[in-house]
Nanobody, 110 residues
Framework: QVQLVESGGGLVQIGGSLTLSCAAS?????MGWYRQAPGKERELVAS???????IYADSVKGRFTISRDNAKNTVYLQMNSLKPEDTAIYYCRSMYTDYWGQGTQVTVSS
């Protein structure tokens, strides 16, 4: 069983930046960042394979960057040019499994 712990969320102004981290208790393979805004379904934001291949949602392309450090079993989500619509709880997930983190709140406000 893998435990995932997110960190790095918080309150940021429009146009600001945040970096989320997801630390895993064991080796990880394909990983993803999801988000869920109030009243909306959870959506995939970005994913990365162990080899570094990435996929992004259209809404975050060019603004968010997913990366990983396999030696540290950690995945990151660098978020730039944040918008109010990026406000959500962000979760990391071991892709294709039921292993999810507890979530971290990101709030973008003016």
């Amino acid at each position: 069983q893998v435990q995932l712990v997110e960190s790095g969320g918080g309150l940021v102004q429009i146009g600001g930046s945040l970096t989320l981290s997801c630390a895993a208790s064991g080796s990880i393979f394909s990983m993803g960042w999801y988000r869920q805004a109030p009243g909306k379904e959870r959506e995939l934001v970005a994913s990365i394979t162990r080899g570094g291949n990435t996929i992004y949602a259209d809404s975050v392309k060019g603004r968010f960057t997913i990366s990983r450090d396999n030696a540290k079993n950690t995945v990151y989500l660098q978020m730039n040019s944040l918008k109010p619509e990026d406000t959500a709880i962000y979760y990391c997930r071991s892709m294709y499994t039921d292993y999810w983190g507890q979530g971290t709140q990101v709030t973008v406000s003016s």
